[in-house]
């Protein structure tokens, strides 16, 4: 009996979290990330959760500009990371194909903790909730997650998981978790 109440409490965490099937049946996409992603003149690697590398990220881009260059090996994507210095507080955008399709930006004020948004084109913004210094926080839509980061998913001490609902643009959440994570650890 007890072991069954493990398994349900389990289950139920699980569901909670938003793990597993949701939104008409669709597992959400599930990635893993090195946590020292935007060590200069390095290239990186986001595994999907078969193990396999979808995303491959160039490092190098960074030495010439605050510039990364991420690619998706699945549809040859081309996410461009950039921050745009001119701006008062710290903002940087997100371009796919040569097309800008979002800007992360910090807000100007905040007391206790950083607080970021996100503004995608053609759709409502996303907010940022949690701790993004520690890598444990959720993207939110009208109240709604829609993508979450957390480094409890994996064992590995310098990864962190990045969980995608399936109306979102997997590329494009990924290319927003490093710009937040860029933002937020400046020296990497």
């Known amino acids: 009996m007890a072991r069954r109440q493990r398994a349900a409490t389990r289950k139920a965490r699980r569901e909670d979290r938003g793990i597993g ?17 935007v060590s200069i003149g ?31 090996l699945r549809n040859d994507d081309t996410y461009t990371i950039r921050e745009r210095i001119v701006r ?8 796919k194909n040569g097309t800008s399709v979002a800007t992360v930006k910090k807000a100007l004020v905040t007391p206790l903790r950083d607080r970021f948004t996100i503004s995608i084109d053609g759709h409502r913004e996303l907010t940022v909730k949690g701790n993004i210094l520690d890598h444990e926080y959720k993207l939110m839509r009208n109240g709604e997650r829609v993508g979450e980061v957390s480094k409890k998913w994996f064992r590995v001490r310098d990864s962190y998981g990045i969980e995608v609902s399936p109306e979102m643009d997997a590329g494009l959440v990924v290319a927003c978790t490093v710009a937040l994570d860029m933002m937020v650890h400046p020296t990497r």
Do not use: P, S
């Open 88 to 95: 008062i507080k710290d903002t940087m955008t997100v371009q």
């Open 21 to 37: 099937r949701r939104g008409g049946g669709r597992e959400w996409d599930r990635y893993k990330m090195t946590q020292k992603l």
């Open 42 to 72: 390095d290239d990186y690697n986001v595994e999907n959760q078969a193990g396999e590398t979808v995303f491959k990220i160039d490092g190098k881009v960074l030495r010439v500009r605050d510039t990364l260059k991420m690619t998706d």
